[in-house]
């Protein structure tokens, strides 16, 4: 009796509906592995998801790092040498403001007492233009400033500086051409006036380009002449480079 009471109760243990049949003890290592590989592709995306949040973060470290100026250091641009002296030296100079385009330049054009100009023609037709299309004034960009008859780069520059206070290039006539060429503040020998303003304005700082003109105009016309220039008396002798060729040793 005490056997048989053994017995059922192996049995009924057997038949727990916690462990089941036989055939359901092989089951629950099945279950667990299953949920063991659904553990591990449930882990997979958050691997996957890790290493690429650390290659985005290291993009962004190496895109911010080029904000920030980690790019290689660019190379000085040119600019030539005692540049800055012979500056200087034009200024001193030129200190008196006693040459030609001090009394007679664009500032003065409304003088009455101002000598006679050429090209009358060319008065006329901009005249008659300037009232018909701008009610007596003159444009206020460069592009049509040099669409009127007779006016180039140069005037145009100038009057924008002095008509509308604008810095818009530097205005370079027969004597900043020869003078930039002969102090080597052109990188290259230029060959017009419009190539030196390209390279002059390449390097000069923009604060200084309203005043290279008057200056090295004056500059021109009373010391550093298209013939026979002042060499004896010009500051810049020993820093200019075509003074030797230009007046000798």
């Known amino acids: 009796m005490s056997m ?4 059922m109760v192996t049995r009924s243990r057997s038949r727990d509906p916690g462990t089941g049949p036989r055939g359901g003890g092989d089951e ?8 063991a590989a659904e553990g591990k ?8 998801q890790q290493k690429t949040q650390k290659l985005s973060v290291t993009y962004e470290a ?9 790019k290689p250091p660019e190379a000085p641009g040119w ?3 005692d540049w800055q002296q012979q500056l200087v030296n034009i200024r001193t100079m030129r200190s008196g403001k006693d040459a030609p385009v001090d ?11 101002a ?6 023609k060319y008065i006329k037709q901009t005249s008659a233009i300037l009232q018909q299309r701008y009610g007596g004034d003159i444009p206020a960009s460069v592009a049509e400033l040099v669409a009127l008859p007779g006016v180039g780069p140069k005037m145009a520059h100038l009057a924008m500086a002095v008509a509308w206070g604008a810095v818009s290039g530097i205005a370079v006539d027969t004597h900043v051409h020869r003078i930039a ?10 060959k017009s006036p419009e190539k030196t303003r390209a390279a002059l304005e390449a390097w000069l700082p923009r604060e200084l380009w309203s005043e290279i003109n008057g200056l090295l105009v004056g500059f021109g016309q009373q010391t550093c002449l298209p013939v026979h220039p002042h060499c004896q008396a010009c500051l810049n002798r020993s820093l200019c480079p075509a003074a030797r060729s230009l007046c000798g040793p």
């Not at 190496?62 to 980690?70: I, L, N, R, T």
């Not at 060429?181 to 230029?190: E, F, I, P, S, V």
């Open 4 to 7: 048989a009471g053994v017995r």
């Open 28 to 35: 629950a290592p099945l279950r667990r592995g299953e949920a």
């Open 41 to 48: 592709k449930s882990h997979s995306p958050a691997k996957r």
């Open 62 to 70: 190496s895109d911010h790092e080029k904000g920030e100026g980690a």
């Open 79 to 81: 600019e030539p040498p």
């Open 103 to 113: 009394q007679l330049g664009a500032e003065h054009c409304y003088d009455p007492s």
């Open 115 to 120: 000598p006679p100009k050429s090209k009358v």
């Open 181 to 190: 060429n002969r102090l080597g503040w052109t990188k290259m020998a230029t």
